[in-house]
């Protein structure tokens, strides 16, 4: 991907950050996604191109809640509704960055967030 088509998708992703209130999100661990060349695993799908981003985030969505390396997270998930085990119990599989459970984790305790997470459910 291109450096300009990097800085667009980033530029889209901060945002849509300040259209839901979570602008603190743009943080630095934030500003680097899509920069750079992303890291392979053997055995791990290729990265897909969605037309929009509700395409991406229902794929995501099928992917955590019926994918084989996510069933154990997943079914723990549903016994306990606690994120934070679940953001651990997909993280080994499902990030490249030993640091992903650690960063979910923060962002999932932002007020901001909690507020939404409150809204949303039902």
């Known amino acids: 991907m291109g450096a300009r088509k990097r800085l667009g998708r980033q530029r889209a992703g901060q945002q849509l950050l300040r259209h839901q209130g979570l602008s603190r999100l743009q943080g630095a661990d934030l500003q680097h996604l899509g920069s750079g060349p992303r890291p392979t695993r053997a055995g791990h799908a290729r990265v897909r191109a969605f037309e929009d981003l509700a395409g991406?985030?229902?794929?995501?969505?099928?992917?955590?809640?019926?994918?084989?390396?996510?069933?154990?997270?997943?079914?723990?998930?549903?016994?306990?509704?606690?994120?934070?085990?679940?953001?651990?119990?997909?993280?080994?599989?499902?990030?490249?960055?030993?640091?992903?459970?650690?960063?979910?984790?923060?962002?999932?305790?932002?007020?901001?967030?909690?507020?939404a997470l409150k809204f949303f459910r039902v």
Not at 68 to 79: G, V
């Open 56 to 115: 991406c985030f229902e794929k995501h969505a099928e992917l955590i809640t019926s994918g084989a390396p996510y069933a154990a997270a997943w079914a723990q998930y549903q016994a306990s509704r606690n994120l934070v085990d679940l953001i651990n119990g997909i993280a080994p599989v499902y990030a490249t960055d030993p640091a992903y459970a650690g960063k979910v984790a923060r962002i999932l305790s932002m007020d901001e967030v909690q507020a």
